[in-house]
């Protein structure tokens, strides 16, 4: 239950100092140094109009630079030339994400997913021979999971790896060009190495998803025998990553370049692994790669931070109109309209700041060992899907928001919108696109997390769906205890205002939804499994309202860390402010359902009124502060444009 709430009305000038350093968190040095990092002067922006060639070496060396001083490398472990912190390494991370993308991007596939990649699945003599290389950049590798034909379903991708008892090899083919490996992040100019994902074979059987690591280019860069490489070409944003494609036929691997923390072969051929079905087997490796999502999501966060403080200072210094009394014209965060479309965000940014820092520290306890339950590495693993669908397209609305709210200057280059905008779109896409995640997060919840669906992939589900398990989701909603007690919280005859800023009432009304809509897509699955209807058209009938669920889920999760992130903030007009801010985060996702709520019975149409009312009071209240809260979120100065007394100079 949440803490006791101050008083609303005035709020006091927050410090700066204890605000930013609360935001920082565990990891504020950390996040220091990647901000003087990303100020020194060899890190100064590209031109907009720079060659795609000439952008990718810049972007190379800029990451041999950060390399070269350990900055990106923390996540690894100490032993191989790495930091050994995970968490840090997370806020490292989100930090460069307020710079270049391109960057962000190349040293993501380098460090994070080629060496995370090897760290998680392979063994101490993969750790050995690889880790300190891929730590100093010496050897540049690439992330080879996603084909033409299967980027969502890459359980399902066709490139293999044959064994050879003879030759004590693998050997990895690309059967058709629909099978090549796609848009692989350094595969088209630098990469030497790839950790590419095929399905291992033995004879005639096959043992489903592995990763092997297989070398693609020599020394000198010449494409090695067997490989061929093509470029994916210009892209809407991200130039400074060379995006390739890779095909193989008949490349020849020794038999320890298999990846075997998860499937091992001996020298006879004989395949043995420590989880027998293989479709576990594979979302368990796959699990493994969470940190990816992670930090995409983080990232995201970061690009909001920037295109809201752009948007606020200038909506604070530019003015247009004037009263009729031929006064001063009015600042653009005067007017109402223009309160309404900043602040919201604002408020979303700084929840999804706070859920993603907790999120931040489940990682960490997780891959530290800290934490060893597999219930806990599951719940990080769902958490980490519906946080990263969420705050990428939070990034993309802050982005286009922020753009518009600037009016005619935010569409020059200078204004760091253009790149931004073209770059971040497509975390939308990669590391799982965001609807295909959310129904990830929807399978966790309709199996109440249980172990043995943890192998559904979004299809999957549909022959899960005739299963009990439906039947006991059904079952554990409606006898929830809870349920009553959030029932009784949000009975809709009261028409005062009061309780819409109560937290436990925002709280039950968050909880009410997710529960309702995630017990009602329950029973429809039930009930046309239970009339005979084909499971996968049943699923497919229900994939709307599965991604509701999902969504009711993320929003209650992400209030729930907002109001936790209020209660333990020590400094108390800090603490009266994000108050505020979360009664703002919680009104307006209300109001986006208020009609929902009315059509469910859960709120009156007087008490619907009511919430825009709150909003808008919210806004008024807020106004004066938004400038202070855009600079708590320390966005550095040589990321933004530059402002005159007018707002951005153009
Ligand atoms: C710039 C860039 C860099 C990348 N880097 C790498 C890399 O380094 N390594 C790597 O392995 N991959 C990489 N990828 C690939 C990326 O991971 C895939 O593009 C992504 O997983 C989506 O796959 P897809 O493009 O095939 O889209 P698709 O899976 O074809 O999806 C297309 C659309 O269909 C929808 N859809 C798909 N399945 C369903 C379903 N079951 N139900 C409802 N809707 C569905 C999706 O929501 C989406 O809107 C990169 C991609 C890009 C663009």
Redesign the pocket.
Known sequence: MAKTKPESGTLNRISLESMGDYLDGPHREIREEARAALCRPEMAPVDPEITTPEYREKVLAWSKLLADEKLTVRGLPASHGGGGDIGGSIAAFETLAFGDLSLL?KTG?QFG?FGGAILHLGTRSHHDHYLADIASLKLPG?????E?A?????QSVKTSASFDYEGQEWVIDTPTKADR??????AAVHGRVAVV?AQLKIDDEEHGVHAFVVPIRDENGETLEGVTIEDCGH?IG?NG?D?GRLYFDGVRIPRTNLLDRYGSVSESGNYTSPIENPTRRFFTMVGTLVQGRVSVGGGAISVSKVALTTAVRHGNLRRQFGPPDGGEDVALLDYRAHQRRLLPLLACTYALHFKQAEQVEQLDAVFSGEETEEAARRTLETSAAGIKAFATWHAVECLQTGREACGGIGYLSSSGFAARKADAE?FT????????LL?LVAKSLLTGYREEFGDLN??GMAGFVASQVIERVVERTAARELWGRIWDEITPDSEEDGDLTDRDYQLALFAWREQHVLDSAARRLKKGIDEGEDSFEVFNAC?DHVLVAATAHIDTQVLEAFSRAVDNCDDEDGRSMLSRLCDLYALSVIEQHRGWYQEHGRISSTRSKAVIRNVNTICDELRPHAGDLVEALRVPECVLPEFGPGGLKG
């Open positions: 991007v596939v997913l690439c992330f080879a999971m996603s033409s299967h980027g969502s379903d890459v490996k796609d848009w692989i992040g350094n994902f892209k991200l990553v995006n497509i896409t990669f590391e799982g696109d965001n609807t295909v129904q979004p299809i994939q």
